[in-house]
């Protein structure tokens, strides 16, 4: 038993040291081009009005098929603050990215930004990341570079009825790995 107790402090602590912003990545498959940002736009403007609806986050993966068009799985339905995408492995093309949505707007959670968790589990998973906001926002996860860039603000994509500026937050048009540690 003790053996046991030992081992869980020990990955425990092991857990508390670890840094996303340590990872190296493997360069993208393929860089990002503007119909790769035209067809996740037309995507998300799909999506958006599902993910409010069911008021939970849809998410999956986006790439290219061996014809060289762009193509996304079937976005999950998930939980109202956190997805896990298929795994890339499942697919039929070259990942090049995540995708997903922030749900509807709830005053509880930052949904205009991309969060913490958001940005480092495409660095663990070794792949960029898009995200669509309640606002209407429509971000893209440099994961490689660490850095979370708005493609286009609020507005620019479909709105959740319920949606609700906060003023007492700003929202920046980019944030780095280290900057969204704090919220």
Not at 38 to 67: H, T, W, Y
Not at 80 to 90: E, K, T, W
């Amino acid at each position: 038993m003790r053996h046991l107790i030992a081992l869980t402090f020990l990955f425990l602590a092991s857990c508390a040291s670890y840094d996303p912003a340590s990872i190296v990545m493997e360069p993208r498959a393929k860089a990002q081009t503007r119909s790769e940002i035209a067809f996740m736009s037309q995507f998300f403007q799909d999506i958006q009005p599902r993910s409010f609806a069911v008021k939970r986050e849809l998410c999956g993966l986006v790439g290219v098929n061996a014809a060289g068009d762009c193509v996304g799985t079937e976005p999950v339905v998930c939980r109202a603050s956190s997805c896990l995408p298929p795994d890339p492995r499942s697919t039929e093309f070259t990942v090049l990215a995540s995708y997903h949505t922030h749900g509807a707007w709830h005053p509880q959670y930052l949904t205009e930004v991309p969060s913490f968790s958001d940005i480092r589990t495409d660095i663990e998973d070794g792949t960029d990341g898009y995200l669509a906001t309640p606002g209407g926002r429509f971000w893209y996860i440099d994961a490689r570079n660490k850095v979370a860039r708005q493609i286009c603000g609020e507005g620019c994509l479909p709105r959740d009825p319920g949606f609700r500026r906060d003023p007492a937050f700003p929202v920046q048009n980019s944030y780095t790995l280290d900057e969204l540690r704090q919220f």
